[in-house]
């Protein structure tokens, strides 16, 4: 079973979401059941036409004998806008996007990561 909420509020070039997702697994697979939830709050400098957002997020495992560990993360993102007459995310054909994020494991070393990617929008 798996299960998804998530709320979206856009304002101004202020944007803030959360979600919450989960699973429960039946049967003899019973150890990778857990749930997590994620924040993001970001803003639209308009004039620029540039992006940038700021997010956390947590995993936590269902039961003590689970197979997934207790995991954070935290990160930082950009997002450059190509050829965007209004500066509007909906209004453009190719986003160029960067984060950098952080994720934390008990008693393991912090993973650091950077992610890149280029988005068309038909």
């Known amino acids: 079973m798996y299960w998804a909420a998530d709320a979206l509020f856009l304002w101004q070039g202020l944007s803030a979401q959360v979600e919450a997702v989960g699973r429960r697994v039946l049967g003899d697979a019973v150890d990778r059941d857990g749930f997590g939830v994620y924040g993001e ?3 639209l400098f308009a004039a620029l036409p540039v992006a940038a957002a700021g997010h956390v997020g947590v995993l936590v ?3 003590d004998d689970s197979a997934l560990s207790k995991r954070r993360e935290a990160g930082v993102g950009f997002q ?3 050829g965007a007459e209004d500066a509007h995310p909906t209004s453009t054909a190719l ?3 960067a984060d950098y994020f952080q994720r934390w494991v008990a008693g393991e070393a912090h993973v650091h990561q950077v992610r890149v990617q280029l988005e068309a929008t038909l």
Do not use: I, M, S
Request: proline fraction near 8%; avoid cysteine; charged fraction near 10%.
């Open 95 to 97: 986003r160029l996007g």
């Open 41 to 43: 709050v970001g803003y």
């Open 61 to 63: 495992p269902g039961a």
């Open 80 to 82: 450059y806008f190509l």
